[in-house]
């Protein structure tokens, strides 16, 4: 029966990526909504209007989120904002933990962070294989000499890239590698479309037609 199948592909097409799309809708409502827990009981949406209104804690964590931006980009909550780190930055574990955090999210969320320059072609997991990396950075001081040291003596001028290798189809885990720049090679698509074609596992290819007028990003030079 050919179009049963034919249909049932085409079903499957059209519910998967739907069905997919409102669980995570969902679970972010879901997630959002338990920020009204920090408000006192009788402030509760579901005691003052006498029924679930479900993504009022959307709305909450994002005025929120708005309120402390607000707040921490005036003088005095800027004021705060530091000492609030100097007090973290005292506590021996929360100390390790909380820099980290901060450096990646400053990286991240930072209106001049460009956590992922560029999408890169590396070897991975050993010589002859493939994969798609994103260029984060470049090593430097002590770390770039060992890394230079492993080598001939002709290769103590290597410069080398950190690069962050994804999994698929979560591009949320994967590995943090050093490569020689020299074996990395620069793609011309762009970080999006990388992961993009990451995430669909390599079902989605870069390069489909552009809207009427886009320019092709250019690649960073290595």
């Known amino acids: 029966m050919p179009s049963l199948r034919k249909w049932l592909l085409s079903g499957l097409l059209v519910l998967v990526p739907l069905i997919t799309t409102l669980w995570v809708l969902e679970w972010v409502v879901f997630t959002l909504d338990k920020t009204l827990n920090i408000l006192p009981v009788d402030w509760h949406p579901d005691q003052v209007f006498g029924v679930h209104v479900p993504g009022l804690g959307v709305a909450f964590a ?9 707040l921490a980009s005036n003088f005095i909550g800027n004021r705060l904002v530091n000492w609030w780190h100097a007090l973290l930055h005292r506590i021996p574990v929360v100390r390790s933990i909380y820099s980290g955090v901060k450096q990646v999210s400053d990286t991240l969320f930072s209106e001049k962070g460009n956590a992922f320059r560029q999408a890169l072609l590396v070897q991975w997991p050993h010589p002859g294989m493939w ?6 950075g470049s090593p430097s001081g002590d770390l770039l000499r060992q890394l230079q040291a492993q080598g001939s003596p002709a290769s103590m001028a290597d410069e080398f890239h950190s690069v962050f290798v ?6 949320t885990g994967g590995y943090f590698v050093l490569v020689r720049k020299s074996d990395c090679v620069a793609l011309q698509m762009s970080v999006d479309e990388a992961l993009t074609h990451i995430v669909s ?19 960073v030079p290595l």
């Open 62 to 70: 994002l005025i929120v989120v708005l309120s402390i931006g607000a």
């Open 131 to 136: 994969t798609i990396g994103f260029l984060t």
């Open 166 to 171: 994804p999994t698929t189809p979560n591009p």
């Open 201 to 219: 596992m390599g079902v989605i290819v870069p390069g489909g037609p552009k809207p009427f007028g886009a320019k092709p990003k250019p690649a």
